[in-house]
């Protein structure tokens, strides 16, 4: 069973305020699927009248960490996560509402289920995409995570 988003935005406010206080917002999650999305505002932008490249990678993060913050609360065991490599494309000038998704939580279950059997921390890549309003992709991201057991 998912965390509802709006149990996971109150969590940003207090843990994430930079990526609240810009915008960024859950919006749906569950064991395969996350979307999270952000506005272009005054306080998210760059000098360029569009959306600064940290803040969409704020909302991209998000999207593929939520699962894995959901993920590890529901194996029960005291698992630590990190981000240890990114990498970002960017296709177009992000402008009004982009919504960011990750289709990859399949990839979590396999790599907490090796990290308890084998106590071996594991590595896994997951793609975030961020769409405008009119459905063109303005950003995609790569986020490899690292999750191994704390002792």
């Given at each position: ?20 206080w810009?915008?960024v ?76 998704t ?25 793609k975030?995409?961020?769409v405008?309003?009119d ?10 995570w690292t ?5």
């Open positions: 069973m998912a965390t509802s988003p709006s149990k996971f935005n109150w969590f940003t406010f207090f843990k994430l305020p930079s990526a609240w810009c915008g917002r859950l919006r749906y999650l569950d064991e395969k699927k996350a979307v999270t999305t952000v506005r272009h505002r005054w306080i998210n932008q760059n000098p360029f009248n569009s959306m600064f490249w940290a803040v969409q990678g704020m909302a991209a993060e998000l999207s593929t960490g939520a699962m894995v913050i959901d993920q590890i609360r529901e194996s029960g065991k005291r698992i630590s996560m990190l981000v240890q490599n990114n990498k970002a494309h960017f296709s177009k000038k992000a402008t009004g509402k982009i919504t960011f990750c289709e990859d939580g399949y990839l979590i279950q396999e790599a907490i289920q090796k990290t308890i059997a084998t106590g071996e921390g594991q590595k896994f890549w997951m975030s995409v961020g405008n309003t459905g063109v992709v303005v950003a995609t991201f790569n986020f490899e999750i191994r057991l704390k002792h």
